[in-house]
């Protein structure tokens, strides 16, 4: 069984920064993409943003372009979330996702096989 596990979340102010983490743990596997995803109360889960490890190849919302930047390590399963001038609506849990395997999209939840708990970012204006 895989684990993911995230970290990183907290309170900060808007135009503040946040570093999320996502390490994944349990039986080995190899990722062929992780992910981030996020639900504000209320709300459903949406995609945040994704890498695809072959051709580095990295995916954003609108929402967040220019101010998210995702990177991480292929080898270690990790990932990463750097979180710039974060504005109120960022506020939600975030969650990482991993896919083993091939997938042509990467925004939905239906593609990825593993998901973590998810991590608290509140951002207070």
């Known amino acids: 069984q895989v684990q993911l596990v995230e970290s990183g979340g907290g309170l900060v102010q808007a135009g503040g920064s946040l570093r999320l983490s996502c390490a994944a743990s349990?039986?080995?596997?190899?990722?062929?993409?992780m992910g981030w995803f996020r639900q504000a109360p209320g709300k459903e889960r949406e995609f945040v943003s994704a890498?695809?490890?072959?051709?580095?190849?990295?995916y954003y919302a609108d929402s967040v372009k220019g101010r998210f930047t995702i990177s991480g390590d292929n080898a270690k399963n990790t990932v990463y979330l750097q979180m710039n001038s974060l504005k109120p609506e960022d506020t939600a849990v975030y969650y990482c996702?991993?896919?083993?395997?091939?997938?042509?999209?990467?925004?939905?939840?239906?593609?990825?096989?593993?998901w973590g708990q998810g991590t608290q970012v509140t951002v207070s204006s």
């Open positions: 996702a991993a896919r083993r395997s091939f997938a042509f999209t990467w925004y939905t939840q239906r593609d990825y096989d593993y």
């Open positions: 890498i695809r490890w072959s051709g580095d190849n990295r």
């Open positions: 349990g039986r080995t596997f190899t990722s062929y993409m």
